[in-house]
């Protein structure tokens, strides 16, 4: 027993005498460094990304702008051409969150838990309908539609007539 505490120990103090030196920088470590700190110093000035969105914005959201589109069928045949008043937006788009948080007391237990709920859409509905957009046209008329569509803030030149052209 004590031959086998003894072997224990010399054993523990060579592997403690044989701590293995930090390892040399390396050429591959010190530009893995560099590289890091060049990633963490960039700074976004200038981005042609947040450029095009932020013009998307300003150029559908100006009150008053007219726009054209063009209500393609599943074959990408044009359907419909027409003026739009403001901009098209999508069926799925609300004024009001999505859900809504609700406390739920639980009797004997110290702490509530608060659950999220659905909650009701802007027209006071639940549930959601199918995909589509929605526009008024130049004459105030109400628009739906779920297919595609190519919409410009310019007239287009079509080749192929569509079905209803609807331009006054």
């Known amino acids: ?87 098209i937006t999508s069926g799925s788009k609300r004024l009001t969150d999505p859900t809504s948080i609700v406390r739920k007391v639980q009797p004997g237990n110290a702490a509530d838990t608060y659950l999220a709920t659905p909650a009701p859409s802007d027209e006071g509905t639940f549930g959601s309908s199918g995909e589509y957009v929605f526009y008024w046209n130049q004459n105030d008329e109400y628009r739906q539609w779920n297919g595609s569509y190519l919409y410009s803030d310019k007239p287009f030149r079509l080749r192929v007539e569509p079905l209803v052209v609807n331009v006054n």
């Open 1 to 87: 027993m004590k031959r086998a505490l003894t072997l224990a120990v010399l054993a523990l103090a060579l592997t403690a005498c044989n701590v293995p030196a930090s390892p040399a920088p390396t050429v591959k470590n010190a530009q893995a460094k560099k590289a890091a700190e060049a990633a963490n110093s960039i700074t976004f000035v200038e981005n042609a990304e947040i450029d095009n969105i932020k013009r998307r914005i300003e150029q559908t959201s100006r009150p008053g702008a007219m726009g054209f589109v063009i209500l393609l069928n599943q074959s990408g045949q044009p359907v419909m051409y027409e003026g739009v008043k403001g901009k």
